[in-house]
């Protein structure tokens, strides 16, 4: 069985698009997206410049990224090693777009599906080339079986110097390039003054870098067609309602643990959660493309996909706040204090999933590590005893003072791992550099420092500590108000930071 690759030569490239054009009449890619195109870079100043062209199409990856978090195995690797995919079992969840680390995963406007560069796997199973590589008119694209030794492309990988994209992702591509240029391969050198995309002049990304008028002759992009960013505001939204739903189940579990049996305990708590996690089903079924098909999550489970556990565990959760709350109302004291665990373990479980969720977006550095599932459980627990001292101080109960001191102790823990990771440490890629520029001192700077870090940190910190000083009960509830905004602020500087930095 073969394994197909691809070799081009940017030493013969020449930038005339018409492997693009190829591509899209031979697969009908509407005006907006793109299965492959061809970037282009400037360097130097005139007359002594010089214009580096660079095609980008899908690596086909043996460590396929995009495959892994699939939830519904809508991606899969063929024998022959081509990344293919089966567009009547996604959902439109847009993760294979946040986990590929060279922006080859589009939504295709016309089926609302994802789509991506196959090798033109139909033309290759009747034994013809890829469309780009039938057109290129310099045969600067090789395509062939790199299992082979006698075929080109494997002597190609085998004895030239090449150089693929992003190396450091581990996962294996299979497109080698012959001469690329560095600001051309790696999309975090290249300065990017604005982007020019069919026909009209975009914003650049914010957290690419920026021109310096010092230097007018380092690199800068001058052509490019990267692809919207997957997830936005509703991402954001997600977590707040998915940490205020497991945060007060997990609030109440401990509480009742430790005695507190009031109405709290027994039905306002779980009722919030309940509610707050049937908020949070909506908005994940709502914000896929293909809606319709949200149970394919359930009946064809990847389980190598984070979201999958993830449907599992927001599922298990309800089904314990619904058991609660009946057990509550019909005062089964017994039941709830046997809840108690099942409650604690499936709410930690329900908040953590996203923090691994997050991290298999392999493209975006900011959002891995472990420090971020932490700091998930953090805010769910601060964003928990929040909601419940609201609920308290309008129903009455038993641990306003315990509730204010765990907000307390979590905001602490949050805004440490906050601290820690964009103002203490340095970054370890420039990607994640370019990101927390973004935060620190870019377009997300004063949202970060007025509503997440001050507004939302320090202020009401403050407040809940002269509540606990002998402050007056309204200071604790502005204090809590005020530390689920700031809560909701970071979350909505993480999601769009972390894919802030072009991938192209």
């Not at 599906?113 to 045969?139: D, H, Y």
């Not at 706040?321 to 409650?343: D, E, Q, R």
């Not at 509730?403 to 307390?408: P, S």
Request: aromatic share 10%; net charge neutral.
């Amino acid at each position: 069985m073969p394994n197909y690759g691809f070799a081009i030569d940017l030493r013969k490239c020449i930038g005339c698009h018409a492997c693009t054009i190829a591509c899209k009449a031979e697969h009908e890619i509407p005006v907006g997206v793109n299965r492959c195109w061809v970037k282009t870079v400037e360097k130097g100043t005139f007359p002594d410049t010089r214009r580096f062209f660079f095609p980008v199409l899908c690596n086909q990856c043996d460590r396929a990224p995009c495959e892994k978090i699939c939830p519904t195995n809508a991606l899969f690797k063929r024998d022959d090693g081509i990344v293919d995919l089966h567009g009547d079992s996604c959902i439109g969840c847009r993760a294979c777009m946040v986990a590929c680390p060279y922006d080859q995963l589009f939504i295709d406007p016309n089926t609302r599906t994802a789509e991506k560069c196959n090798f033109c796997a139909n033309r290759v199973e009747n034994e013809l080339l890829p469309a780009c590589v039938s057109v290129c008119p310099t045969e600067c694209r090789i395509f062939g079986d790199l299992d082979d030794p006698a075929s080109e492309v494997a002597q190609i990988a085998e004895r030239e110097a090449v150089s693929v994209r992003k190396p450091e992702k581990g996962t294996i591509p299979k497109v080698f390039y012959i001469g690329a240029e560095e600001s051309a391969i790696q999309p975090e050198i290249a300065a990017r003054p604005f982007i020019y995309k069919e026909g009209r002049v975009r914003l650049r990304p914010p957290g690419s870098p920026a021109p310096d008028p010092s230097r007018p002759g380092d690199p800068r992009v001058d052509y490019d067609a990267p692809h919207e960013k997957p997830w936005g505001l509703d991402m954001a939204l997600y977590l707040m309602t998915k940490e205020i739903g497991t945060g007060a189940m997990l609030m109440t579990a401990i509480l009742w643990w430790l005695g507190d049996h009031s109405v709290i305990t027994r039905l306002v708590g779980p009722a919030i959660s309940l509610g707050f996690m049937i908020g949070t089903a909506v908005l994940l079924i709502v914000d896929l493309e293909r809606p319709e098909r949200f149970y394919y999550i359930l009946l064809r489970p990847n389980w190598r996909s984070w979201m999958v556990w993830g449907a599992y565990f927001l599922t298990a959760h309800g089904a314990i706040a619904a058991l609660w709350i009946a057990a509550g109302w019909w005062g089964l004291a017994g039941v709830l204090t046997a809840l108690v665990w099942p409650a604690v373990i499936v709410s930690i479980l329900a908040t953590c999933y996203t923090g691994f969720l997050f991290a298999q977006g392999l493209a975006r550095d900011l959002w891995q590590g472990p420090h971020a599932t932490f700091d998930l459980l953090a805010q769910a627990m601060a964003e928990g005893a929040a909601v419940l001292m609201l609920a308290s101080a309008l129903v009455g109960g038993e641990s306003a003072r315990l509730l204010t001191m765990t907000l307390v102790g979590a905001m602490v823990v949050h805004i440490g791992f906050v601290s820690f990771e964009n103002l203490l440490t340095p970054s370890p890629t420039r990607h994640h550099e370019l990101a927390v520029a973004a935060i620190r001192r870019g377009p997300f700077a004063r949202l970060f420092w007025g509503g997440a870090v001050i507004g939302g940190g320090i202020v009401p910190l403050v407040l809940l500590l002269t509540a606990l000083l002998g402050g007056s009960s309204p200071i604790a509830v502005v204090g809590a108000i005020l530390a689920i905004a700031g809560g909701f602020a970071w979350e909505y500087i993480w999601v769009e930071a972390g894919q802030s930095v072009p991938l192209s």
